[in-house]
């Protein structure tokens, strides 16, 4: 089995390539999902994620390319974004098929656990034709973790959630942490931040950067600062612009100016003197902490 | 909750299998009480002023003629909505990926709905058909109770027919109209072009669906449809083996 960081790789694609006619939905993508990683997978909207997923989960087929999963399909689990189910069934018919058909020898008990887990202690026995789209994505994470699976592939899964419920499948993704591993696609860059240690960015089907969160906040990023002023934030970011180890200075609030530089190195240095002779009245100064929104947009701008 | 109750629950909560059988029972009443009072009806209701119409007397073929007029129309078109609606499991994408990721295999999932779909067809018919025999013998006479049960098992054997041209209907469309669209015309159409060439005809499916008529009338017996019989099952078994590999290969 493949290892990467010193776990095994438990979803592995290789040149994974999916084409509709001439458009290729995926292009040449090499997936490395660790094994209790929760996995976030971003991009765009039509950028593959869910085909990806897809192919993963076995509902499609790569045009080319091969793919190795470390566990059985029974083992896998799909989430899509807008769950559906049966409207005539009741909550717990739902996930209680799931069990089901995953595998029989699970307990009953465990299907009112899972309910309850996901929120819906209340409408159990409520049938999913009156349920909010926010309702039956909790249904969807239900009869997901029903069965146990040690790969769950969740696309958008709080795309439907108002602020409480977003919050709580944030926390049960970010709770499955070495527990099993989780690929966790999403546009909400935030969430993404928030619960994943593994990123891969796909833009127009192809994977533009995989690895560790940090790695890509870190290395990826044009370095800042952030420089707060008394007054005249403009002034300061003109006068700093001209800089040679200034890559770009712009007032992005009142008293705040957002500098671009070379290296941290030089900022250090440079820095107080260069504030000196632009006669700003300093307030503070710190790094800038890169966000994987201000990272993912200047990967795909 | 396995495949077979949920299936169940399906035919129970829509109401599609009572619908089904109301279809079937209702013509079974209406066709033996047809073919007794004919004349009282058209005496009645025909608007015929100044012309005589005179049936001959009813005999009890009549009775599973007039129910099976009936059954082969709106109880056939009753089967294909009913069937369709279940089998065109991807219809709803997400409601498929619930299930494709889940079954084991395809074959389990079209196994079980055309089982399942099948059976409440015939048990519609078989029922209808018992309606429409008790009724006749009540009103008109006696069908021999062999001649009607070799006719209803023809009959039930020809719904299970129709079931599975859903099934590969379903294999070859998503959507549930078109699926019924395709299967009526798998179903309907070798009928009406092969059927016409009169030495095919006895071996066709559709030979099976009218069986009870020659049967009751004593004009067949039961070894005529043997060929029929025999076909049918074969084109059920293609059918089905179609239907599996076709949804088997179907990207959602």
């Known amino acids: 089995m493949t290892t990467e960081g010193g776990r095994a790789l438990l979803a592995e694609t290789h040149g994974l390539t999916k084409s509709y006619g001439g458009h290729a939905a995926l292009d040449a993508v090499d997936l490395r999902v660790a094994e209790g990683s929760v996995y976030g997978l971003v991009g765009p909207n039509g950028s593959g994620k869910t085909t990806l997923l897809s192919i993963l989960a076995g509902l499609r087929r790569p045009t080319s390319g091969t793919m190795r999963l470390g566990v059985a399909r029974g083992a896998m689990a799909l989430l899509p974004d807008t769950p559906e189910f049966e409207p005539w069934l009741t909550a717990f018919e739902v996930v209680d098929l799931a069990r089901a058909l995953v595998n029989p020898s699970i307990p009953r008990e465990r299907v009112t656990d899972v309910l309850v887990e996901a929120g819906l202690r209340d409408a159990i026995d409520r049938r999913a034709g009156g349920f909010s789209r926010g309702m039956l994505q909790r249904l969807g994470v239900a009869s997901t973790l029903v069965g146990d699976p040690a790969l769950m592939l969740m696309d958008e899964p709080c795309s439907a959630l108002d602020p409480m419920g977003r919050r709580e499948v944030l926390d049960l993704v970010a709770s499955q942490r070495g527990r099993r591993t989780v690929i966790f696609s999403s546009h909400i860059l935030s969430d993404v931040q928030e619960v994943c240690d593994t990123v891969g960015i796909l833009q127009r089907g192809a994977m533009r950067f995989q690895g560790p969160l940090q790695d890509l906040l870190t290395g990826n990023r044009t370095p800042g600062v952030l420089v707060r002023v008394r007054d005249d934030a403009e002034g300061v970011a003109r006068s700093l612009a001209t800089e040679p180890w200034v890559t770009s200075a712009a007032a992005i609030a009142a008293g705040e100016v957002r500098v671009g530089v070379r290296s941290t190195d030089e900022a250090e240095r440079e820095l107080p003197g260069a504030l000196a002779r632009a006669g700003a009245r300093l307030v503070s100064v710190r790094p800038e902490e890169a966000s994987l929104e201000q990272v993912f947009l200047e990967m795909t701008r | 909750m396995s495949l077979w109750r949920l299936e169940w629950l ?203 008529a020659p049967l009751s009338q004593g004009t067949a017996e039961a070894g005529d449809f043997v060929r029929s019989t025999v076909l049918t099952l074969v084109v059920i078994a293609l059918a089905l083996v179609a239907a599996i590999r076709l949804l088997d290969r179907r990207e959602v």
Do not use: C
């Open chain 2, 10 to 212: 399906r035919l129970r909560r829509t109401w599609r299998g009572v619908g089904l059988l109301a279809v079937f029972v209702f013509f079974g009443l209406l066709g033996p009480l047809t073919a007794r009072y004919i004349q009282e009806i058209i005496e009645r209701f025909g608007g015929t002023e100044g012309v005589q119409v005179t049936f001959p007397p009813p005999v009890p073929a009549d009775g599973m003629i007039q129910y099976l007029s009936n059954a082969q129309q709106i109880g056939l078109l009753a089967v294909i909505g009913v069937a369709a609606g279940a089998l065109s499991f991807d219809a709803t994408a997400d409601i498929a990926i619930f299930l494709r990721t889940r079954v084991s295999s395809t074959a389990r999932l079209v196994l079980t709905r055309t089982a399942v779909y099948a059976a409440a067809a015939v048990v519609a018919f078989v029922a209808g058909a018992a309606v429409a025999w008790y009724e006749t013998w009540a009103l008109i006479g006696l069908v021999p109770a062999d001649r009607f049960l070799f006719g209803t098992l023809f009959g039930a054997l020809y719904y299970v027919f129709v079931v599975a041209m859903v099934a590969l209907a379903a294999g070859l469309v998503r959507g549930s109209l078109g699926t019924m669209v395709l299967a009526f015309a798998f179903v309907v159409v070798p009928q009406v072009t092969v059927g016409l060439v009169s030495a095919a005809k006895p071996w066709l499916p559709g030979h099976l669906s009218s069986a009870l």
